[in-house]
């Protein structure tokens, strides 16, 4: 009897080292041994910033100006105008970051037009100030943050038209005034968090699960195409001055939100990271949208009736391995049923509000 006591105990003994062990419990977010590197997640993140930010400076400001002289200005919501890029970047980052995944991205200068995008502390002066003498690379570290560990990016932002330039040398606020074209001129500023409890090694190998980083991309891009439909094309369209079409570029009118998407997803695959992303659907528009594969068969099926969480996969490509998570794509605008309902080449016309309309694929390359 004393020996089955004694075997009982030992039992409930092993089992609490092995569950509260602190080297014994995979810590997140290291551990993973098919995580992404800190840098790459940043690197991820950053992809997907600027390819978002070359789609709304080319395809639609710098587009319409030529074609419809509409202008770019600091007060587009009292005027007929469009958000400048940096307004765009801010509006798109101040969603996302809202959304609470713990990722958080932001514009940030050593000259700054709006003091409020001067950095915060000296660590961001000084990778500021990094980054604009060496703007090959980012400037990466890791700063504790209100007891919270974050993996710290930052990438140069860089005078790329001639109307970055002269709109901010002529900018009554701007305390520099001879910037030239390819100048850094300020900073995306990227934190991934650690966690709490995280003891700052020299190493800086920190892994995080890819479930995690698809997270963060699908957060910009949602955040992108939301700003994009509401501040861009749904009040160009209410005051009468622009409307989104399919064939945007034929007729000179906007790109629908979609093809906003699609245009950034483009871009992104041309920077050869490996990251990608898609729109796919049932019931596609274009065929060229339909499910690829089994498993997006299986993820569009599955998050239509599971909506809250991706549908999540690996997939080996040759010697290549990449991780797959596919998220519910909503209609969460009466615009959205109206006019997939409607359109000739849409195989189905009952679309609710909320419904699932199909889904977002995001794709990372894993080792
Ligand atoms: C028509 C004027 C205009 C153009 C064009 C323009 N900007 Fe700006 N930019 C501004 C204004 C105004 C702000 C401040 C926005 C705010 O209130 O936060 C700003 C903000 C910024 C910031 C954040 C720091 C700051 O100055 O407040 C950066 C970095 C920046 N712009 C870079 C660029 C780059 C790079 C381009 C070209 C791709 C560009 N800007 C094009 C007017 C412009
Ligand atoms: C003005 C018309 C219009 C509006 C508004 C619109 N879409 Fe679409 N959507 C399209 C067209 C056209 C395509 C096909 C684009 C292409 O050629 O790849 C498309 C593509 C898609 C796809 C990819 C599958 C397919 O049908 O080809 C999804 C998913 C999608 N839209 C969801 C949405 C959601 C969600 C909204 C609202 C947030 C929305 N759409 C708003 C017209 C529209």
Known sequence: MNRLIFKISLLFALTAVVLFHPTLIRSTPSGDPAGISARQAADFVHGVIEAGRTTYSQAIVDRLAKSHSLKTTENWKQKNTLPLPAQFLMMSSRLSNQRGIGMRYRLMSLWPINPKNSPPSQTEKGGLQQVAQN??????????????????????????????????????????????????????????????????????????????????????????????????????????????????????????????????????????????????????????????NQFEQLGLETVEYHPIRPYTGRVKVGRKQFFQSIYADLAIAASCVECHNAHPKSPKRNFKLQDVMGGMVVTLPIH
């Open 135 to 292: 703007p090959g690379q980012p400037f990466t570290w890791v700063v504790q943050k209100n007891g919270t560990w974050f993996y710290e990016a930052i990438y140069p932002d860089i005078a790329v038209a001639e109307s970055c330039v002269s709109c901010h040398n002529h900018h009554p606020n701007s305390p520099k005034t001879d910037f030239k074209i390819g100048d850094v001129m300020g900073g995306i500023v990227i934190d991934l968090p650690l966690g709490r409890r995280f003891i700052k090694k020299p190493s800086n190998q920190f892994l995080f699960p890819p479930e995690v980083v698809a997270d963060y991309v699908h957060s910009i891009l949602e955040s992108n195409r939301a700003v994009y439909a509401k501040h861009v094309v749904e009040r160009l369209e209410n005051r009468g001055v622009l409307s989104a079409s399919e064939n945007w570029k034929q007729d000179n009118t906007l790109m629908l939100p979609a093809q906003f998407l699609m245009n950034t997803s483009r871009l992104i695959r041309e920077k050869g990271l490996g990251l990608d992303f898609q729109l796919i659907s049932l019931w596609p528009i274009n065929m060229k949208n339909r499910p690829g």
